[in-house]
C-alpha cells in the first residue's frame, strides 16, 4: 500500500512492524497503535492543508513547511480506500467473540468485501480471521463464511448430541412445528423428537437462521470452537 525506497510497496502493518522495530514512540513515550497509524496517514497536515473547525469545510493553507506532496498523500488514500476495513461496532457478524485461533489464542474477527459483476451487481464476502492480539505475525488463515459454516456443519454431524446446549430448546421448537404440521397440514404424527431431527434443526440454523438464532446456537455449545488452518475444531472444556 505505502511507497518504500527502491518502489517496494508496504502494507499498513507492514509499516506499524517496521515502527515497532525501530523503537518509534509517541511524544508520551508510548507505543503508536495500528488505528492510531491510520488517522496519522489521513491527515492532510503533513501536506500543507487542514480544515478549521474540523467538519465545517473551511480548508486552509498552512505557514509550515510539507513534509509531503499531495501527489503522496492522494495515493496512499487510494490505497487505504482498496484495502483497509475499520471496524464498525453496528455491523454485526454471526460467528464472532464465539471461535478464537488456533494458533495463538487471539479472537477471531470478520470483514465483508464486495466484489463488482459486470452486470453492474456486487457479490458480498464475508471473511474471519485472527485478530492477531495476541501475535502480530500469526500465520492464521481467513476463512470465508460459506465454507466456516460448511465446517460447523460437519461439526455437529460427528458431536454428541448433548454437546448442543441448545438442544432442550430446539426439541421444544421441533414439537411445535410437527404440531402445526399434523394439526393443520394434516401430516403424519411424529411420537417424539430423535437426535436426527436436533442435529438436523441446529444445521438448518447454520445455514438459514437469523445472525441472533446462529450466535445463540453456538453460544450454546458445551466446547469450544478453535480455527486452525482454515478448519473448526472442538476444544473440550473443564
Given at each position: 500500500?505505502?511507497?518504500?525506497?527502491g518502489?517496494?510497496?508496504?502494507?499498513g502493518?507492514?509499516?506499524?512492524?517496521?515502527?515497532?522495530?525501530?523503537?518509534?514512540?509517541?511524544?508520551?513515550?508510548?507505543l503508536?497503535?495500528?488505528?492510531?497509524?491510520?488517522?496519522?496517514?489521513?491527515?492532510?497536515?503533513?501536506?500543507?492543508?487542514?480544515?478549521?473547525?474540523?467538519?465545517s469545510?473551511?480548508?486552509?493553507?498552512?505557514?509550515?513547511?510539507p513534509i509531503?506532496?499531495?501527489?503522496?498523500?492522494?495515493?496512499?488514500?487510494?490505497?487505504?480506500?482498496?484495502?483497509?476495513?475499520?471496524?464498525?461496532?453496528?455491523?454485526e457478524?454471526?460467528f464472532?467473540?464465539?471461535?478464537?485461533?488456533?494458533l495463538?489464542?487471539?479472537?477471531?474477527?470478520?470483514?465483508?468485501?464486495?466484489?463488482?459483476?459486470?452486470?453492474?451487481?456486487?457479490?458480498?464476502?464475508?471473511?474471519?480471521?485472527?485478530?492477531r492480539?495476541?501475535?502480530?505475525?500469526c500465520?492464521?488463515q481467513?476463512i470465508n463464511?460459506e465454507?466456516?459454516?460448511?465446517?460447523?456443519?460437519?461439526?455437529?454431524d460427528?458431536?454428541?448430541?448433548?454437546?448442543?446446549?441448545?438442544?432442550?430448546?430446539?426439541?421444544?421448537?421441533?414439537?411445535?412445528?410437527?404440531?402445526?404440521?399434523?394439526?393443520?397440514?394434516?401430516?403424519?404424527?411424529?411420537?417424539?423428537?430423535?437426535?436426527?431431527?436436533?442435529?438436523?434443526?441446529?444445521?438448518?440454523?447454520?445455514?438459514?437462521?437469523?445472525?441472533?438464532?446462529?450466535?445463540?446456537?453456538?453460544?450454546?455449545?458445551?466446547s469450544?470452537?478453535v480455527l486452525?488452518?482454515?478448519?473448526?475444531?472442538?476444544?473440550?472444556?473443564?
Amino acid at each position: 500500500m505505502f511507497e518504500k525506497v527502491g518502489n517496494e510497496r508496504w502494507t499498513g502493518r507492514q509499516v506499524y512492524r517496521w515502527l515497532e522495530q525501530t523503537g518509534f514512540r509517541t511524544k508520551n513515550g508510548k507505543l503508536l497503535s495500528l488505528g492510531n497509524l491510520y488517522l496519522l496517514l489521513r491527515n492532510t497536515y503533513y501536506y500543507g492543508e487542514f480544515e478549521y473547525p474540523v467538519g465545517s469545510g473551511e480548508w486552509y493553507q498552512g505557514a509550515h513547511e510539507p513534509i509531503i506532496t499531495k501527489e503522496l498523500f492522494d495515493r496512499v488514500q487510494e490505497s487505504i480506500r482498496d484495502h483497509f476495513i475499520p471496524k464498525t461496532e453496528s455491523k454485526e457478524f454471526a460467528f464472532t467473540r464465539l471461535i478464537k485461533c488456533g494458533l495463538c489464542g487471539s479472537g477471531i474477527s470478520a470483514e465483508e468485501k464486495f466484489k463488482m459483476l459486470k452486470n453492474g451487481g456486487t457479490n458480498r464476502h464475508v471473511y474471519y480471521r485472527c485478530t492477531r492480539v495476541r501475535d502480530l505475525d500469526c500465520p492464521c488463515q481467513a476463512i470465508n463464511e460459506e465454507t466456516l459454516i460448511d465446517e460447523l456443519m460437519g461439526l455437529i454431524d460427528v458431536i454428541d448430541v448433548d454437546e448442543i446446549g441448545m438442544r432442550g430448546k430446539i426439541a421444544e421448537e421441533i414439537t411445535r412445528y410437527n404440531r402445526f404440521r399434523t394439526g393443520v397440514l394434516g401430516a403424519k404424527k411424529h411420537e417424539k423428537v430423535s437426535d436426527v431431527d436436533v442435529r438436523a434443526y441446529a444445521k438448518y440454523l447454520l445455514k438459514e437462521g437469523t445472525v441472533t438464532e446462529k450466535r445463540d446456537l453456538l453460544s450454546c455449545l458445551k466446547s469450544k470452537l478453535v480455527l486452525k488452518d482454515r478448519k473448526i475444531i472442538i476444544e473440550k472444556t473443564d
